[in-house]
């Protein structure tokens, strides 16, 4: 790996942790199978605002505590868009029916708001990691 320091290049050799690696069911590249979710406007385009926002903001708790059980790796709303993309999931899971499962307790989804696509996905396991770090950087919970 190349580093790069005040214009300087620095060679580093990884190091690899064993344990680490186990913990996080990395497989000898580091990598792990996850299901991505892609999220879409859904059909239900007659709830009221004041439904929305009640479906949202419990959509917003199913995210929290599924991201504590360490079932939701990555979440987040795309920007406005021309694609009626609204969000992703990456689920810490392995299989569609799990998955589906998962998405079968938002609340958003449920009442059509929104739409799931799932996908299996093969990425770095450090992934896992990602909340421990987002604590450590947000002055502010969603």
């Known amino acids: 790996m190349l580093f790069y320091n005040f ?16 913990s ?14 892609l999220l879409k406007s859904g059909t239900n385009t007659t709830a009221s605002k004041e439904e929305t926002q009640k479906l949202f903001e419990g959509h917003m708790a199913n ?3 599924l991201a504590k059980e360490g079932k939701l790796v990555v979440a987040g709303p795309f920007m406005k868009n021309d694609r009626s993309y609204r969000g992703i ?6 299989t569609i029916a799990e998955a ?43």
């Open 100 to 142: 589906e499962a998962l998405v079968a307790t938002d609340p958003a989804i449920k009442a059509k708001l929104l739409e799931a696509e799932l996908t299996p996905w093969y990425s770095s396991a450090a992934l896992q990691e990602t909340l421990k770090i987002h604590e450590k950087i947000a002055k502010k919970k969603i």
């Open 7 to 22: 214009g300087f290049s620095q060679e580093t050799e990884p190091k690899f942790d064993e344990n680490l690696a186990k």
């Open 63 to 65: 995210i929290n505590k």
């Open 89 to 94: 999931y990456i689920f810490n899971v392995e």
């Open 24 to 37: 996080l069911k990395a497989d000898e590249y580091g990598m792990k199978k996850y299901v991505f979710c």
